[in-house]
């Protein structure tokens, strides 16, 4: 199993303003994800965090909005830039660890008001 | 491309009743799928997994799972409903070779004295 924190736990945050969320695993690994729950929704996948390359983001979400790093094997932030209201959600991280199974960090809980 | 559809958005259910949620996938091959739960202002917490091993699959608190190929679903049940069962569920496809979860829409379980 992997043990993920995520920081800060949640924010109030006014809009235009930018707000980076950290995640640490305890151990090192390849892959990293990013999710978004927005309220009373499902998850959606932001991007895909590889350590050493650009991170791969899904339809709909673009590096300007969502800037990622992933400097090292056991550490990755997202960035939710120039906020609106929109951008109230949940922020997960996640990372797979073998036969498929993923973990999820506790989240972000982001209101921007 | 892969998909799932929870085929109910509320359950409720009587203290000590079986539990069903219904699940439906699509997938142009053999997937792989799994059940989360997401209990209040918590994380989310891995329930059960099919890795194209045995199709009835069994997780954590009581919970079971089963995949029929020839439905397309995989449904999760539980025996006997306990207070605590109270959450969100997750049924989630995740695409080949890639880490990359598709989530359901969630079932909402309520759990009834």
């Known amino acids: 199993s992997a043990v993920i924190s995520q920081k800060p736990s949640r924010d109030i945050c006014q809009r235009g303003t930018s707000l980076t969320i950290q995640c640490q695993v305890d151990?090192?690994?390849?892959?990293m994800f990013w999710y978004r729950q927005q309220p009373g929704q499902s998850l959606t996948l932001i991007a895909t965090?590889?350590?050493?390359?650009?991170?791969?983001?899904e339809s709909g979400f673009v590096i300007d909005k969502f800037p990622i790093s992933r400097p090292n094997l056991t550490f990755s932030t997202l960035t939710v830039s120039n906020m609106s209201p929109e951008d109230s959600s949940i922020y997960l991280c996640?990372?797979?660890?073998?036969?498929?199974?993923?973990?999820f960090g506790p989240g972000t809980r982001l209101l921007v008001l | 491309a892969q998909s799932v559809t929870q085929l109910d958005s509320h359950v409720s259910v009587s203290e000590g009743t079986p539990v069903l949620l219904r699940c439906n996938y699509s997938?142009?091959?053999?997937?792989?799928l799994f059940w989360y739960v997401q209990h209040p202002n918590k994380g989310l917490q891995l329930l059960l997994k099919?890795?194209?091993?045995?199709?009835l699959v069994k997780g954590i608190n009581g919970f079971e799972a089963e995949f029929k190929k020839s439905e397309t679903s995989f449904h999760l049940t539980k025996p006997s409903a306990h207070m605590s069962d109270a959450a969100e569920y997750f049924c989630?496809?995740?695409?080949?070779?890639?880490?990359?979860?598709?989530f359901g829409q969630g079932t909402t379980l309520q759990v009834k004295p």
């Open positions: 996640s990372v797979p660890t073998g036969l498929e199974t993923q973990y």
């Open positions: 151990s090192q690994v390849t892959m």
């Open positions: 965090a590889n350590q050493g390359s650009e991170a791969t983001y």
């Open positions: 997938s142009s091959y053999s997937p792989s």
């Open positions: 099919y890795t194209s091993a045995a199709t």
């Open positions: 989630v496809v995740s695409v080949s070779n890639t880490g990359k979860l598709i």
